[in-house]
């Protein structure tokens, strides 16, 4: 007798109940291994991430996904939570491993503190330009308030802030959302057009916030290193091997924090030919852009559909603390970032969008001026003290290898004497041997700093 529709539902839910259960099972018995594999990890002294041994695991598994007619994609989604896991527990078998990793960000608020504290600190560890906002932005904000310009606003931004933004790229306003500093965009991006489990690639030493992005979102960072030998050049052979079926997005960040590095037309063509492609997302991020001293080429000169340009007003108008820059994309894309928006802070507040357009205005070329000239005293200091390091094409900061130790004994010390720079690990595992110096200081402050630098260099030499 055939058994009726509910009871053959029944029936294969139950199977599900089953496999699910022999799945978590697994997994469980996957993880027990992994905690073992991480202790003998941890007696040998060999780190927690073997990129070959994830290379050879994600090629038995997109070969395994052909042959049972499972998506490579979602294969691979499936393979980068367990392996995302699988560090985690092998990481704590290795105590010394854990040790949470110091960025230009902490060493900050580490040097607040300790001004909080009465003791003087020369700030070299975060690129936040001593010069003032233009004036029209502090009018703008005062105004604001006798207008009564302080409501919700569209979450994409206001809209004459938006023309003038679209105006300045060469879009439509349907192509630009206003976000509170170019960081949100970055999230915003990512988070809507990554998944957890999917890939993007991110280009070191780099700014940290893209790979924070994706941990957050459970997305897996691939990283394509760079080398001071190199002149941090990416090897774009390298970058399309990297490639597979769950990646989904190429993040660039030039000119370059931390080593003001701007790449050359030739690279950047490649760059986008390989999105092209293979499909792929490509977020620029953009916003020293202004700061470049060599030519610069951005995304938005290629017209890919799958592109996403992030630009500020914190370096080019010195507005750090008004939190407010901009997205540019297809309106397909933009609709999502606003989305994630949205949901998460609704808009940018009303009063610091009028103070952006009133700076949007400004000619910012006597900062750029004077960041270039600050950049040339640093490189010539650096020269001094023989330190390796590839001058700077723009932004804002130097990224000179050490002589000798590691980054956080270098910063430590200094700190200890008024000095706040930023340790080159921040940018990448990598770069242990690197610190990054900001030259958002007069020359004398610099100078001061870096005497310091100076002595602590050669009192461990």
């Not at 073997?50 to 290379?55: F, G, H, T």
């Not at 997109?62 to 979602?74: D, K, R, T, V, Y």
């Not at 980068?80 to 230009?104: C, D, F, G, I, R």
């Not at 990297?242 to 760059?271: A, E």
Request: with cysteine.
């Amino acid at each position: 007798m055939a058994m009726d529709k509910s009871e053959e539902l029944e029936s294969l839910r139950q199977q599900v109940r089953i496999i699910t259960s022999e799945i978590m099972r697994n997994v469980h018995q996957r993880m027990d291994l992994a905690r073992q594999i991480g202790e003998v990890k941890g007696r040998l002294g060999i780190d927690v991430k073997d990129e070959k041994v994830e290379q050879d695991i994600r090629s038995m598994v997109l070969a395994l996904a052909g042959e049972i007619g499972m998506s490579n994609e979602f294969a691979l989604r499936l393979l980068n939570v367990l392996l995302a896991e699988s560090e985690l527990v092998q990481a704590q078998k290795q105590p010394q491993k854990t040790v949470q990793k110091q960025t230009h960000l902490g060493i900050f608020m580490r040097a607040k503190q300790l001004e909080a504290s009465g003791k003087k600190i020369i700030h070299m560890e975060v690129g936040e330009p001593d010069y003032p906002p233009p004036a029209k932005a502090g009018t703008a904000l005062a105004e604001s308030f006798k207008l009564k310009q302080y409501h919700y606003t569209d979450t994409r931004g206001i809209p004459k802030l938006r023309d003038a933004v679209a105006k300045k790229e060469g879009v439509t306003e349907d192509r630009v959302v206003v976000t509170p500093g170019g960081r949100f965009a970055v999230f915003s991006a990512i988070a809507s057009l990554v998944k957890a489990g999917q890939e993007l690639i991110a280009i070191e030493p780099a700014w940290p916030a893209y790979k924070e992005c994706a941990d957050f979102i459970g997305a897996k960072t691939q990283i394509l290193k760079t080398t001071l030998e190199q002149k941090w050049t990416p090897d774009t052979k390298q970058l399309e091997e990297m490639i597979n079926p769950g990646t989904k997005m190429i993040v660039l960040n030039y000119p370059n924090n931390p080593t003001g590095k701007v790449l050359d037309r030739k690279t950047m063509d490649r760059i986008v030919s390989i999105a092209r492609d293979n499909d792929l997302y490509l977020l620029s991020d953009e916003v020293y852009a202004d700061y470049a001293f060599k030519k610069f080429t951005s995304i938005a000169e290629y017209n890919y559909d799958k592109s996403i340009l992030v630009s500020s007003f914190s370096k080019r108008y010195a507005m750090t603390g008004f939190r407010v820059g901009y997205g540019i994309a297809s309106k397909d894309i933009i609709a999502k970032m606003a989305k994630v928006q949205a949901v998460g802070i609704t808009s940018v507040a009303e009063p610091i969008q009028h103070a952006a357009l009133a700076a949007l205005g400004g000619d910012p070329s006597e900062n750029i001026a004077t960041m270039k000239r600050r950049l040339k005293f640093v490189s010539a200091r650096l020269e001094e003290m023989s330190l390796r390091f590839v001058e700077p094409d723009g932004a804002m900061y130097a990224y000179p290898e050490l002589p000798a130790g590691e980054d956080m004994y270098i910063v430590e010390k200094m700190l200890e004497k008024g000095v706040a720079i930023a340790p080159g690990s921040g940018f990448g595992d990598s770069y242990k041997k690197f610190v990054r110096i900001s030259a958002c200081q007069p020359e004398q402050v610099l100078g001061k700093g870096l005497d310091i630098m100076a002595s602590v260099i050669k009192g461990q030499a």
